[in-house]
């Protein structure tokens, strides 16, 4: 795979750095196509709206469309925008960090464990205490969801830890605990009552259906506050991609830079996943096809985000309007439209 | 007055969990000078290397640089001092060569100080030292591995450190890529001045290549001194179990050790 680079050197006084000028334009360009598909999200669904009902739709409380589109589609499209880019930003780190591309935060026991217990929470208390599943829909399940994830991801990572980390090791240990998670869930589904189990189905196989601001704020303060942190340890990451002596030998403390990017990585998947379930491929495409488009070394952070979020609304896009009025859940459509993508993408380079 | 001793390992024990490798062991290191440290497999040679580069925390006593404690001195500013060259390192798939040395400057750069006037020429003047200018856009996997176990010492060489540990750097190389490699130690040593500590398997290229040479057997240091005082036939005996004849070699004059057999227990 070529990763020859064109970097242009950027110098004011002492302050230096070094810009990869196509990771830059892949990202920039990415940031527009999100802008659009945003901007088509608004337009489309159950009641098609000119781009002018649209704009008084947003500015204009008195319009009709107002409530249409700022506490429907525009909190939704947001959810969506953001649960991609925090995926694909979370795979992206956890990527690097195995040496591995088939890495993403299923490996490493996240989405999971969220769906052990959002199953386990959904059945355990659905019809036998009827009056609760209405509070465990608005507020239970994605606290659920981010106690489950961030258990998962305590057992992997306590698991695969043996005097340090090693990124095989990881991989080989999350796959085991993904395959015990995944069996204990399906033995869930069976116990359970039907009703139940078809709710806790849409939901584990990822939906934007029906996310207003109370999932696009915990998402976007994760992302502020998560996106700087990460992309200050990028420098630290690109070196972990060595084995760990050579890391070593370049003044990285190795086993702390790495336990605070998958701290990273699993809050931003752990988040991610509570607002919107268990999205499927966003984590493991989003970096690979950004690192092909980029043609760089690694998968570049903050260009693997937008492509996360750029994948996930077009996925959104299609999963309400395709087979409209029937919904399919993003998370279907999600692997439908990454998987062949990136098959292309890895065939181009082949050749 | 005796001379600066740059790295002291003092009565350390070293080992992986449970596993001691190395019990006791006292060394120092002098400036300026290459010292090698040889011995059969399994004796501990590369994990005392560990242990003096910090690659490995000493389970007891202590490893000196400068005169300080080496765990107590933040691993970045170590990295300034003292570079290490791992064990047949590997590198990510694609890097180039240009990519690979311009690694080396990671202790010196912080997120506003991603790539100074300093960095591009500490890492232009490695890869001419070690003659791979002309291949600095090339990837690493279509070196030859001679050039590749260059590329790999001019990373250690644009970090800009004056010590430099060295663990095997000549495995899976030819004669004359061993040969190749051991003239660009001697030449960063006596251009340069810096203070060489390297891991050798083949004691005739240790002897002709150092100044001192240490020799180890079951994590044990059995001797210390010139290749003269260390390569006997004695010593070849007690630490290799070899039975061997010892002349000069015809070009360095240096000890060259000729194998007769190896002793039966």
Redesign the interface.
Known sequence: ????EIAV?L?VG?????LRLRGVAITVFGLAVLALLMALNMRIGDIEMTVAEVIAGTFDQNSPAHFIIMELRLPRALTGALVGAALALSGAIIQSIA?NPLASPEILGVTTGASVMVVAGVVASGSVYGGTSGLLATLGIPALSLLGGLIGAAVVYGLAWR?GLDGYRLVLVGIGVAAVFTNVKFWLLTVGDVNDTARAMVWISGSLNGRGWEHVMPTALALAVLVPLTL?G??SLD?L???D??V??????TNLARALMILAAVLLAAVATASAGPIAFVALASPQIALRLARS??PPLLCSAVIGGVLTTAADLIARTAFSPLELPVGIVTAVLGAPYLIHLIWRARK | MSPEVRLQATDVKLGYGDRIVVDGLDLGVEAGTVTTIIGPNGCGKSTLLRALGRLLKPQGGEVLLDGKRIDKIPTREVAKILGVLPQAPTAPEGLTVADLVARGRHPHQTWYRQWSSDDEGAVAAALDMTGLADLAERPLDELSGGQRQRAWISMALAQGTDLLLLDEPTTFLDLAHQVEVLELVRHLHQEAGRTVVMVLHDLNLAARYADRLVAMRSGKVIAVGSPHEVLTEELLGEVFELDAKVIEDPVAGTPLVVPIRPRSH
């Open positions: 795979m070529p990763t020859s050197s110098r002492t302050l230096s750095w070094r040496r005097r200050l990028t420098r070196a991609r060595f084995s002596d050579t070593t030998s370049l003044g990285v403390r070394g690694q």
